[in-house]
């Protein structure tokens, strides 16, 4: 079973940076696919950014030139390297991750793996 652990979250100005962590344990070599998604107050959860083993990267058009996904050489942490924040982006963000799908970059509700969500708020 894997479990998933993001951590960084915080409060930040608008033009500030934050880099939020997703550690993996339990079956990683199983994960294909981690996603970060956010949801804000009375929003549906969106798609930040996804790491997919067979497609690479993508990101919403959003968060593009800000926003970066990568993951170390061990392959069980997860990051998100978000730049030149705006008050748009407050959210809690989620780190979730998949097994090897039929899409190479699988729906929000075809995700295997939560973490429980790390709050990040931007101020004007």
């Known amino acids: 079973q894997v479990q998933l652990v993001e951590s960084g979250g915080g409060l930040v100005q608008a033009g500030g940076s934050l880099r939020l962590s997703c550690v993996a344990s339990?079956?990683?070599?199983?994960?294909?696919?981690v996603g970060w998604f956010r949801q804000a107050p009375g929003q549906q959860r969106e798609m930040v950014a996804v790491?997919?083993?067979?497609?690479?990267?993508v990101y919403a058009d959003s968060v593009k030139g800000r926003f970066a996904i990568s993951r170390d050489n061990a392959e069980n942490t997860w990051y998100l390297h978000m730049n030149n924040l705006e008050p748009e982006d407050t959210a809690v963000y989620y780190c979730?991750?998949?097994?090897?799908?039929?899409?190479?970059?699988?729906?929000?509700?075809?995700?295997?793996?939560w973490g429980q969500g790390t709050q990040v708020t931007v101020s004007s």
């Open positions: 979730a991750a998949a097994r090897s799908k039929e899409r190479v970059f699988p729906r929000s509700w075809e995700y295997d793996y």
């Open positions: 339990g079956g990683i070599s199983s994960i294909e696919v």
């Open positions: 790491y997919s083993r067979r497609g690479g990267s």
